[in-house]
């Protein structure tokens, strides 16, 4: 018996589409790892396609078909491939890729030298416009910051908080991404960590109090490291301080042009 094909009907508006896909669909994948090789986790990706006037709607399963189609080979070398395939299976004019995923980077504590796992969110975003080709990668890291007013006005301590840096490059070849790992825990008063103990503790209490930095500083500072990097062609760098005695946070952005 033959199917209906709603999809390839005429809509009743015949207005192009740029973005139709799916989203948040979560599925096993292999991400590079400088000291490992290579690390398994769970991705949770989101995958679109433009559609033309003409068509009423894409088929969602073939994104998911490709994905199959991958399986073990998802990784960031085979993005571009896993693209191209999804504009030949949609019959598409592009194709975008988003994935976002926990990464987890083994650390030592800073006096004790006990070890953790600590874990951050790296994320892909990619698309595949005929023979353009576009390819984003970042992540999102949990750090401290220590406020310099707060510092130079108060008799006992500063106040301090918990905040993210968020970093987006494009490069010339490849970067890892423990490079901007560090680059944004750098860039802030202190790293945190998953596991300490006292003396740690106070080792970074002293060490960030030292080192206390505005939202403004930390992306100045994360800036700088990128823009003297010679894979990084273009980048944005955001952090957010998750504020500790305001009811609002506090947040900075530079973006480099290309």
Aim: a positive charge.
């Amino acid at each position: 018996m033959k199917l209906a094909d709603i999809q390839n009907s005429r809509p009743e508006e015949e207005i192009p589409i740029d973005k139709v896909g799916i989203k948040r669909l979560k599925y096993p994948v292999l991400v590079l790892d400088r000291q490992k090789g290579h690390q398994h986790t769970i991705a949770e990706f989101n995958l679109y396609v433009d559609l033309p006037a003409e068509f009423k709607g894409t088929h969602m399963s073939r994104f998911i078909e490709v994905l199959n189609e991958f399986k073990d080979e998802i990784h960031i070398k085979n993005i571009m491939k896993i693209l191209r395939k999804i504009r030949q299976k949609l019959k598409a004019r592009s194709a975008h890729l988003e994935m976002y995923f926990p990464y987890f980077m083994e650390k030592s504590s800073p006096v004790t030298g006990i070890k953790s796992l600590m874990e951050y969110q790296g994320f892909f975003i990619a698309s595949y416009f005929k023979r353009k080709k576009d390819l984003i990668l970042g992540v999102k890291v949990p750090v401290m910051t220590v406020c310099p007013c707060s510092k130079a006005i108060s008799k006992y301590s500063a106040h301090n908080q918990r905040s993210e840096v968020t970093i987006k490059v494009r490069v010339k070849n490849f970067m890892w991404l423990e490079e901007l790992i560090e680059i944004a825990e750098e860039s802030a008063s202190s790293p945190v960590y998953a596991l300490l103990k006292r003396p740690d503790e106070k080792y970074i209490t002293e060490k960030s109090y030292e080192n206390a930095k505005f939202v403004e500083d930390v992306v100045r500072c994360a800036a700088k490291r990128l823009l003297e990097h010679p894979e990084v062609t273009w980048f944005v760098v955001e952090a957010e301080n998750f504020e500790s005695i305001h009811h609002h946070n506090a947040y900075a952005y530079i973006e480099k042009k290309k």
